[in-house]
């Protein structure tokens, strides 16, 4: 019998190319959020950011289409630690959530647009430059003790730095 801890398991090593894919389609779309002002898509965004962070590609159908279809296209993969990635999604969720809610539940359409800009300008930094924002966070983070080590391991192995 699978434990939850298996079944909402995050995969330690991700490839970068699908990240950065996940990424450009998150850019992508809150781009026509701030062109049409169609905030639901914002609880669309964060419905597939609570899938990523559940258990990466496996519950998302983005994640599973960056992964599975669009990457391997791309050419060899990339592999990148998976729990600053994974880090990075709850990130998004928390924001995407705080915009939906503010848009949909309460009429906040300015606050949800302003989280919504703020969103683009991080998934276009990984999805154009490769820069992960939450990714540094978690590093911050770790280098100050507030993330156990052994929580990242893969994050200090040499094999598995980007260049």
């Given at each position: 019998m699978l434990m939850a801890s298996q079944i909402f398991a995050f995969p330690a090593v991700v490839n970068e190319k699908a990240a950065r894919t996940v990424a450009a389609v998150v850019a992508t779309a809150g781009v026509v959020i701030l062109a049409?002002?169609?905030?639901?898509l914002t609880a669309l965004l964060a419905v597939g950011f609570l899938l990523r962070v559940l258990g990466g590609p496996r519950f998302s159908p983005l994640g599973r289409?960056?992964?599975q279809?669009?990457?391997p296209k791309l050419g060899p993969s990339i592999p990148t630690a998976g729990p600053p990635k994974r880090f990075a999604q709850g990130v998004g969720?928390?924001?995407t959530s705080i915009a939906a809610i503010s848009a949909l539940g309460f009429g906040?359409?300015?606050l949800a647009t302003a989280l919504i800009a703020v969103l683009v300008v991080f998934a276009?930094?990984?999805?154009?430059?490769?820069?992960?924002?939450?990714?540094?966070?978690?590093?911050k983070l770790m280098a100050w003790g507030l993330?156990?080590?052994?929580t990242c391991e893969a994050c200090a192995n040499i094999n598995l730095a980007r260049v």
């Open positions: 049409t002002g169609w905030h639901w289409l960056a992964s279809v669009i990457a969720l928390a924001v906040l359409t300015t276009l930094l990984e999805s154009v430059l490769g820069w992960c924002a939450g990714c540094y966070v978690f590093a993330i156990p080590e052994e």
